[in-house]
């Protein structure tokens, strides 16, 4: 009824927006909640309920089993539930340790870097025209053009300058890595040119 609706509302919705909008609200993880929620990967709630997930929920799982043996299908099934939560959990960490790194906050032990691209043609007709003076059509086409690194396989040294200045390889777009990644760390000045298109 109307009356019912009224009371709802100004006993439980309004009370609960108060406390949302207090910041003291307390925090509740599950899969419902969480799934949207942009600030998963810094929320110490969802941290602790995905640890004990991965930990103590789980310990008794593999008591007895012989060294070396892998999970059996009953382990495997309890383990599946728990998975989308957790896995959400992980991507919203890396998210929010990009974003950090991104705004020039410093990781222990982590740095951005580009992600690896393939290379591409800058003029794929261009190209197509200096392939076709040195190799056959059947050489140069695989449905569509054959990649650069597969036209300097093709061309061999002494013909690979038909493809001088046809070549470029795209720039990657940030992504975390280990300190000990053979790639660059970039610039974050650099980084907040390309942080919307990431």
């Known amino acids: 009824t109307r009356d019912q609706l009224g009371f709802w509302a100004e006993n439980t919705v309004a009370p609960a927006a108060k406390l949302a909008l207090s910041g003291a609200a307390p925090l509740v993880p599950g899969d419902k909640q969480c799934k949207f929620c942009k600030a998963k990967g810094a929320c110490p709630a969802l941290r602790d309920h ?5 930990g103590g929920d789980f310990e008794a799982l593999g008591e007895g089993e012989a060294p070396g043996s ?11 539930p728990a998975l989308p939560l957790v896995s959400d959990w992980a991507k919203g960490v890396e998210k929010e340790a990009e974003s950090r790194m991104l705004a020039g906050r410093k990781l222990d032990g982590y740095k951005l870097v580009r992600s ?5 043609w800058t003029d794929e ?12 059509e059947d050489a140069a086409f695989k449905k569509t053009l054959v990649t650069p ?3 300097k396989k093709l061309l061999g040294k002494q013909d ?3 493809i001088d200045g046809l070549v470029e390889t ?7 890595a280990k ?8 610039e974050v000045d650099h980084a907040q040119d390309f942080a919307t298109a990431a």
């Open 170 to 176: 795209p720039v990657g777009l940030p992504t975390i």
């Open 70 to 80: 892998l999970l059996s299908d009953q382990e495997v099934s309890k383990l599946l």
């Open 50 to 54: 995905s640890l004990r997930i991965m």
């Open 116 to 120: 690896r691209k393939n290379k591409a």
């Open 160 to 162: 690979a300058h038909v």
């Open 179 to 186: 300190d000990s990644d053979k790639r660059p760390a970039i």
């Open 125 to 136: 007709k261009r190209a197509q025209a200096a392939l076709l003076t040195v190799l056959s």
């Open 149 to 151: 690194t597969q036209a």
